[in-house]
């Protein structure tokens, strides 16, 4: 089965500064899903990245995958309060389902204003 | 309704009670998603719906769990004689095609705590 490890685990920041989020595959990835989830709630779909080295971005957040499609990178430039979270890497579990989603441990963002 | 919407919340059982979960999918969308996250962990794929037909179900965990989607619209996932390891973040999600990622909304989850 895959499996997707994320790192860090945690991390806090102080606001206004750059951090990244790791999410690694054990295979190659199909399709690459970033969501977002603050606790207790669902999750908000940020991106998703499918062609090895592409790379999207959405005001403030850039997700990369790598070209051998097996580790994407979720960046986050000028952090605010607002970006706290969870942040969930979810990966295709292949054949091109699109369905069913296996998903990494995620990592807690903590923002310092 | 404007999204996903789940119900109850919070569910309390006592270890060997029967629960059910609703889920109120966006109205139109033809794809359902059950999902469970367990504490610290991430989402773990439960079953799938395609309108009403149960497409896949190979991620429920044991015979206790059953969900149904009767008429393409609301669904129910319950689970039988309850155990403490089913305490976990149920999530529900609904799309409009067979995809995740752009077109999947999640609901805000049922929190379950089995006591």
């Known amino acids: 089965s895959q499996e997707l490890e994320q790192s860090p685990q945690s991390l806090i920041v102080q606001e206004g500064k750059n951090l990244t989020i790791n999410c690694t595959s054990s295979?190659?990835?199909?399709?690459l899903y970033w969501y977002k989830q603050k606790y207790g709630e669902g999750l908000i779909f940020l991106m998703m990245?499918?062609?090895?080295?592409e790379e999207k971005s959405h005001e403030k957040i850039t997700a990369k995958l790598d070209e051998k499609k097996q580790q994407s990178s979720l960046h986050i430039t000028a952090s605010q309060p607002s970006h706290a979270g969870i942040y969930l890497c979810g990966a295709d579990t292949g054949g091109g389902s699109n369905y069913k989603l296996t998903f990494g441990k995620g990592t807690l963002l903590t923002v310092n204003p | 309704g404007a999204g996903v919407s789940q119900s109850p919340r919070y569910k309390v059982a006592k270890r060997g009670q029967d629960v059910a979960l609703r889920c109120d999918p966006i109205?139109?969308?033809?794809?359902l998603f059950w999902y469970q996250q367990a504490l610290g962990q991430g989402p773990e794929f439960l079953t799938y719906f395609q309108n009403e037909a149960q497409l896949d179900k190979s991620g429920l965990p044991s015979d206790r769990f059953f969900a149904e989607r009767p008429e393409g619209s609301v669904s129910t996932l319950k689970i039988q004689r309850t155990q403490q390891e089913d305490s976990a973040v149920y999530l529900c999600?609904?799309?409009?095609?067979?995809?995740?990622?752009?077109?999947?909304?999640f609901g805000q989850g049922t929190r379950l705590t089995v006591v």
């Open positions: 990245l499918q062609k090895g080295g």
């Open positions: 109205s139109g969308h033809v794809s």
């Open positions: 295979k190659t990835l199909y399709g």
């Open positions: 999600a609904s799309s409009l095609g067979r995809r995740m990622g752009t077109e999947a909304f």
